[in-house]
Every structure is written in structure tokens, then in C-alpha cells.
């Protein structure tokens, strides 16, 4: 079993709609959390961080379900600008320092 | 400010030749970690260095795969001899603490024929 896993997707959106995926992490050790978001062709550039309470930038909602051991992302009204390839990343306490990084969700919305 | 800096940024060479990958992190961080990205295998960690010391290589596919870090400000990540698999895009990262957000370079497009 992967370490990090997510539905490679893709997701099609309509714009305006709302769409809401997961990452889920097989090391209960995992201490920090991440969304990044990776357009076709260029680098991962981080989307967010995720805090333990949850946390909300503009229309992005991240949130962290430990008992269950996944993060979600949640994109509201979403833009055609939007579509990318999202990526989670965790890091565990017994690997500080070292990202394990999602193979990535699939966003795309359409017009 | 500068990002990461990654050179070439792209790179096509044939079966057997030697590849050199550079990097450039953000000046002050004090971790670097190359990663290799192709579409069935995602984004793999390669090796991540600490105040320019490696500190796990555990993805390092093979032998013929070598990184260095001589100073803070620079980075090699040598393929030799390169072989056709290792086609990928390859990026630098670097960040100011190990819990802390990694920024990415553009990445090489390396392609070996």
C-alpha cells in the first residue's frame, strides 16, 4: 500500500460548482500537511497548508480528519482556472524533512 | 526574490551519455531534495540533503545515479551512463526547515533517446 494515495481523478466540474476530494496517509505519525497544486507542464506550488483545525483561503477549504487518517480539499465556485493537478504531501515525524507527495487528483472544470 | 533555480531545463541526450542536472535552492534554506516525476510513477523523492549533508537516498534508483552538495548555494544531481527509462522530468526543491513548505524549481525535462 502506498504511503499516500488519492483518486487520480479527473474530477469534471462545472464552474461554479463545488468539488471536494481526499488524501488519505498510512503513517498514524504524520505531523504536517500540504495541498499543492501542479498546472500541466510546470512546477508543484503550494496551494495551502493544512492546520489540525481545519483552515479556509478564499474558496479553498482544507481540512484533517486524523482518526481516519486523510486530509480533504474543497474547492467552492470553482473557475476554469482552477483546473490542475492536486497534490497532497505529509510528513511524518520519524522522516523530518522528508515529503511524501500524492500521485495527484485531476481537476478539470468546464465552461 | 529568486525561486529555486534549475539548469538546463531541457536536456535530450542519447543512451550512455552523462547527464548533469543543477540546482540553485532559495538563498537561507537549508534543505534541498531532488524529486523525478514521469506519469506512472508520480513524484518520487530521490535524495534530500540537511545543511548540504545527504541525508536519505533511499529513492535513489540505482548506481548510476549520484547527487552532491558542495555549499549552501549549489547542487548536482549526475546520471552516468543514462539509459532511455530515465526520461522524467526532474526538479529541485528546496525549504527553511524540514516541516516547512517546499518551493519548487522549474524543473529539467531530460529526455534520453
Known amino acids: 500500500r502506498k504511503e499516500v494515495e488519492q483518486d487520480p481523478g479527473p474530477f469534471n466540474v462545472p464552474e461554479g460548482a463545488t468539488v471536494a476530494f481526499n488524501c488519505t496517509y498510512s503513517?498514524?505519525?504524520?505531523?504536517?500537511f500540504f495541498w499543492y497544486r501542479q498546472d500541466c507542464r510546470k512546477e508543484p506550488k503550494l496551494l495551502m497548508s493544512?492546520?489540525?483545525s481545519g483552515n479556509e483561503d478564499g474558496r479553498f477549504t482544507a481540512q484533517l480528519n486524523r482518526a481516519s487518517q486523510y486530509i480533504s480539499l474543497l474547492i467552492r465556485d470553482s473557475k476554469l482556472s482552477d483546473s490542475a493537478t492536486y497534490l497532497c504531501a505529509v510528513i511524518g515525524t520519524d522522516s523530518w524533512g522528508k515529503f511524501q507527495f500524492g500521485a495527484g487528483t485531476q481537476v478539470v472544470v468546464t465552461p | 526574490d529568486a525561486g529555486v533555480i534549475q539548469s538546463p531545463r531541457h536536456e535530450v541526450t542519447e543512451m550512455g551519455q552523462e547527464v548533469t542536472l543543477r540546482c540553485k535552492p532559495i538563498s537561507g534554506h537549508d534543505y534541498l531534495f531532488w524529486y523525478r516525476q514521469t506519469m506512472m510513477r508520480g513524484l518520487e523523492l530521490l535524495i534530500y540533503?540537511?545543511?548540504?549533508?545527504?541525508?536519505?537516498d533511499s529513492g535513489m534508483p540505482e548506481d548510476r545515479f549520484s547527487a552532491k552538495m558542495p555549499n549552501a548555494s549549489f547542487s548536482t544531481l549526475k546520471i552516468q551512463p543514462s539509459e532511455p527509462r530515465d526520461s522524467a522530468v526532474y526538479f529541485c526543491a528546496s525549504s527553511g526547515g524540514g516541516g516547512n513548505e517546499q518551493f519548487f524549481g522549474p524543473g529539467t525535462r531530460l529526455t534520453v533517446l
Open positions: 503513517n498514524s505519525a504524520s505531523q504536517s
Open positions: 540533503f540537511n545543511n548540504n549533508v545527504p541525508i536519505d
Open positions: 493544512v492546520y489540525s
